[in-house]
């Protein structure tokens, strides 16, 4: 069983940083692209940033400059470095990622629960 499991959200002042981590586990060959989104109260599930396995990104404009993406292959983890966090950034944070499990030729999307990142003074 595959589990993607988030940490590192909290609550943190405007224009300050947080970073968030998540770590696949389980039963699989591979992991392709792993990603960041992020839902507001009301609002839909939007892309934060992703990550291919060769360390391609791509960025939600909103957090474009502010916003940075990682992965550690070895360790099946990828992280977001969030700077300069403004009060349109609160959400849940969900971590994403495709990945090939043992017994299936092509890769699933995965999701963590979320982690929930407050930014307020």
């Known amino acids: 069983q595959v589990q993607l499991v988030e940490s590192g959200g909290g609550l943190v002042q405007p224009g300050g940083s947080l970073r968030l981590s998540c770590a696949a586990s389980?039963?699989?060959?591979?992991?392709?692209?792993m990603g960041w989104y992020r839902q507001a109260p009301g609002k839909e599930r939007e892309l934060v940033a992703t990550?291919?396995?060769?360390?391609?990104?791509n960025y939600a404009d909103s957090v474009k400059g502010r916003f940075t993406i990682s992965r550690d292959n070895a360790k099946n983890t990828v992280s977001l470095e969030m700077n300069s966090l403004k009060s349109e950034d609160p959400a849940v944070y969900y971590c994403?990622?495709?990945?090939?499990?043992?017994?299936?030729?092509?890769?699933?999307?995965?999701w963590g629960k979320g982690t929930l990142v407050t930014v307020s003074s």
């Open positions: 990550i291919s396995t060769g360390g391609s990104t």
């Open positions: 389980g039963s699989f060959r591979s992991i392709n692209a």
């Open positions: 994403n990622a495709w990945i090939v499990i043992i017994t299936a030729p092509y890769g699933m999307s995965y």
